[in-house]
């Protein structure tokens, strides 16, 4: 039986079409003779097409990986392994010869020296004798391994499920065309492909198609994809037997040294699972990573996130991973701050870009990250709309007047005092100041929350998004944005951009000249004539400091939640932010940066340390001070102060100082900010409050809370 199927497989290779040239025609780089190293660095120079080399064309690499597949019976002869793959019948090569089975040595040292637990189990005396046994030849090779995919069972089910192609890989094929990619990357044909001269490169449009007018050449994506009609030739099935068995040869080949063709995103996403079925993802792990980073084929993260996800798990490639993990967990973020639930969130992301399920591990660390941030949004928001907003910003200028106001009411409480009068004005114009620096802050946030995508913005965000929606299913991008709710805003560049140019936009009635200017100048001229019944000098209000102190503090917000370190380029999301903190990040493995070493330990609920343990016998027992987790930070996760002092400044007015045990951490990717000052002073209104009458100009929805209704319609991790 072996020696009919060799014969057969001989046969078959002579009777190629002479159209065809044959393998041994093809100049080939023979297998490096040295280590698997240098065989995968041989490789992975191999990979990207010579540019200066004429005769490297598409074509050719093509008809390389088919004849290399093909007859590999013919060109592996040499080695201690017999592998066996068997096809069924029925299915056309790209020759339009029907597949048959391959039989074709290897050397077991190659394969165990990828640290293969499955190759290991299969070279062992028992799993040879059932083998043997099973094939049932008489065969001379020292090794004999059946790789032939199962066809019943629940391990045919593991790998269906594992080797099925979403969508967005399937027809990742009109990206060269839509999106400019390289053809070489993504153009390639499927293992079934009986039309293999009708497969088309580019896309086959339909008669509302319009080619773009001159000057718009640079614009992507160049055709609509409701212009595009899929052709037969292009349409392939989600699990493809023969799909399945032809890229376990190319596996194999590729551990022997040869060259491995990644052609197409249907081959790269079905060699990382059948690589992760063997346990030898080392093997190809440069190679995918290369096809996934080279110049804009990037793209592929940015819109097929869960498959670029799942794909950069398998093989541990870290930076793949991170930033396609940033795209999963702020689109997961927007829906749960939602206001409502969307009817289509399962299939489509909030911008509209198409989803597709992912393992259920993966989708846990993903949900568990996104919780995360949720919770440091609302955070953030609640400290942006608090009386606390220059304390955590860290404005010392603002803090410097509440130390003033402390001394005027320390004075006001002395009537006997000379300038009693004057002082008395001057409290009451301190207090005027403070609450219309509340009311600025209030402002402000307010304007950027309520501003609108600028055309440029739009035009932009509605390019990006055109590249993964068809205008069928369009909805742009402001009237998206227009029903966001205030946390979900703060996801957004718009609202960062905006509020930081308030400061320095002297056009605009956000500046602070044109806001505070009436209120400090009367604060100024009457601490002049009170200024000699005071214990202390120095105590004007100086706007220019502190223009340029929130100047600096709100670009470094900006910063903090615009400018994160993408470990690799991501263009198609601009409209949504990516900066993940560590906290989001600790759900990934070690390996990729995170804190999950396998324990799961990442997924418990945290416990504070008790800095100074017990204290008191009994039933008096209580726990000492307890040490925060991380530092309190108008960008972090926020902590209860240990130490509250109040002073009263007037008659229903306090001044509350807050100790805090904060030091300046990391926030993300490496950039540093300082977090609130050991003493930070604010405002505590208590029942007496004094009224405002400019307060009521600038409210806006602070009820960012999730309801219980939408609560209940996120999936418990």
């Keep these: 039986m072996a020696e009919q199927d060799m014969n057969q497989e001989q046969d078959g290779s002579n009777r190629s079409d002479s159209s065809m040239p044959s393998f041994s025609s093809i100049p080939q780089t023979q297998p490096p003779s040295g280590s698997l190293l240098d065989a995968a660095i041989n490789q992975l120079l191999r990979e990207r097409p010579s540019q200066v080399d004429s005769n490297y064309t598409f074509e050719y690499r093509e008809l390389r990986d088919i004849n290399l597949v093909q007859h590999a019976p013919t060109e592996c002869k040499s080695g201690d392994t017999l592998i066996i793959v068997n096809f069924p019948q029925g299915y056309k090569n790209c020759k339009w010869k029907a597949w048959s089975s391959k039989r074709f040595h290897a050397h077991s040292k190659n394969l165990l020296a990828t640290g293969s637990k499955v190759f290991a189990h299969l070279f062992s005396p028992e799993e040879q004798a059932r083998i043997r046994k099973r094939v049932g030849d008489s065969l001379p090779q020292k090794y004999v391994l059946d790789l032939t995919p199962s066809v019943e069972g629940d391990e045919l089910a593991a790998q269906l499920i594992e080797l099925s192609l979403p969508p967005g890989v399937r027809d990742w094929w009109t990206s060269k065309e ?38 718009r050449e640079e614009e992507l994506p160049k055709i609509d994809l409701a212009h595009i009609t899929i052709p037969e030739s292009r349409i392939i099935l989600d699990y493809c037997p023969i799909r399945h068995r032809a890229n376990i040869i190319r596996l194999i080949l590729a551990i022997q040294g040869h060259d491995l063709v990644l052609n197409s995103a249907p081959r790269v996403y079905t060699l990382t699972g059948i690589a992760h079925i063997l346990d030898c993802t080392s093997i190809i792990r ?14 592929f993260i940015d819109i097929n996130a869960e498959a670029a996800f799942k794909m950069a798990w398998t093989l541990e490639l870290a930076n793949v991973t991170r930033a396609a993990f940033r795209i999963l967990v702020v689109e997961r973020a927007f829906d749960t701050l939602s206001i409502e639930p969307r009817a289509e969130e399962a299939r489509y992301t909030i911008f509209g870009r198409p989803r597709v399920d992912l393992p259920d591990d993966l989708q846990t660390v993903v949900q568990y990250a996104a919780l995360k941030l949720v919770e440091r949004v609302q955070q953030t928001l609640g400290k942006l709309k608090s009386d606390q907003f220059y304390d955590l910003l860290e404005i010392s200028e603002y803090q410097k007047l509440v130390r003033t106001g402390e001394l005027i009411l320390n004075a006001c409480q002395k009537t006997d005092q000379p300038g009693h009068t004057e002082i008395k004005e001057l409290s009451g114009l301190c207090m005027a100041l403070l609450n219309k620096l509340l009311e600025y802050k209030t402002r402000i946030v307010h304007e950027a929350m309520a501003t609108p995508l600028c055309n440029n913005l739009q035009r932009d965000y509605d390019r990006d998004r055109r590249c993964y929606i068809p205008e069928t299913s369009w909805n742009p991008t402001s009237h998206i944005y227009s029903k966001f709710s205030d946390a979900q805003r703060l996801l957004t560049p718009n609202f960062w951009e905006e509020l930081a140019s308030y400061p320095y936009t002297y056009t605009r009635a956000c500046y602070p000249d044109q806001f505070l200017g009436d209120a400090i100048d009367r604060f100024n001229t009457q601490m002049d004539k009170a200024l000699h019944y005071l214990p202390a000098t120095g105590r004007h209000f100086n706007l220019a400091e502190f223009r340029k102190q929130l100047n600096i503090a709100l670009e470094d917000l900006w910063v903090i939640w615009t400018k994160p370190n993408l470990e690799t380029p991501l263009t198609r999301t601009r409209h949504m932010l990516l900066a993940l903190s560590e906290d989001e990040f600790q759900y990934l493995p070690l390996w990729a940066g995170g804190l999950d070493d396998g324990t799961g330990g990442v997924f418990e609920p945290t416990v504070p340390d008790a800095d100074l343990g017990p204290i008191g016998p009994g039933p008096a027992y209580r726990t000492g001070e307890t040490v925060a987790t991380d530092c309190s930070s108008i960008c972090q996760s926020d902590k209860t102060p240990s130490d509250v002092s109040t002073v009263t400044l007037t008659a229903g007015r306090s001044l509350a100082a807050v100790h805090s045990n904060a030091v300046p951490t990391t926030v993300n990717d ?43 319609q996120v999936e418990e991790p």
């Design 286 to 299: 440069d190679s995918v990573y290369t096809w996934l980073m080279t110049e804009s084929n990037t793209e």
């Design 178 to 215: 839509r999106l400019g990619i390289p053809q070489y990357l993504v153009s390639g044909h499927d293992d079934h492909c009986p039309l293999h001269t009708q497969v088309l490169i580019g896309c086959q449009k339909t008669d509302k198609y319009v080619e773009h007018q001159m000057g």
């Design 670 to 712: 490496g950039v540093s900010t300082n977090t609130m000052s050991t003493s930070s002073i604010v405002m505590v209104d208590e029942v007496n409050e004094l009224d405002d009458e400019s307060d009521d100009a600038f409210e806006f929805d602070d009820s960012d809370e999730i309801s219980e209704e939408a609560w209940s």
